[in-house]
């Protein structure tokens, strides 16, 4: 029951910090003002298919903690992802907070060319926790076209 109880937690320690932005308010105001592309989905597509992501990237962390341990896990690993999540949690907050739709799309391609480069790390430690992480680099791909479309749109 320990053992399980611990594995819990764990999870739940590689889970948590991907949802810490959701702590930031959203200004619904900024964003209803913008012109979006045809292509926006609806605004419940963003909590479902982030949480799906955010779980497989914990899922893939928390098999490659199993298998290494933190410190066993290389620290070019440690680095990339350390790098990718500061990208991704920083949209929330250059785009609602400041408003800014370039800084949020510097942040949408930052954190998918990151998101490449963690996806090669994984390959290299454990390839079958990369299967993980392939909706990740599909949204922040999306992202990032969406992004950059709404900044050039929106561009005055």
């Not at 590689?14 to 926006?40: D, G, K, M, R």
């Not at 098999?63 to 990208?87: D, E, F, H, M, V």
Request: net charge positive; glycine share 2%.
């Amino acid at each position: 029951m320990i053992i399980i109880l611990k594995k819990i937690i764990l999870f739940i320690v590689c889970l948590a910090p991907w949802f810490l932005t959701t702590l930031v308010p959203i200004n619904q105001e900024f964003y209803n003002s913008l012109i979006l592309p045809f292509f926006t989905p609806p605004n419940i597509f963003y909590g479902i298919f982030w949480t799906i992501t955010y779980i497989g990237i914990a899922i893939s962390t928390y098999q490659l903690i199993t298998t290494y341990t933190w410190a066993g896990l290389p620290n070019s690993y440690k680095r990339i992802l350390l790098i990718n999540y500061l990208c991704n949690q920083s949209f929330t907050f250059l785009f609602f907070t400041l408003e800014n739709t370039f800084l949020g799309f510097i942040s949408c391609l930052a954190t998918f060319i990151s998101c490449l480069f963690l996806y090669e790390e994984v390959t290299r430690l454990q390839e079958r926790s990369t299967k993980y992480l392939n909706p990740y680099v599909l949204l922040s791909l999306f992202a990032t076209v969406l992004s950059v479309t709404i900044y050039i749109i929106n561009a005055k």
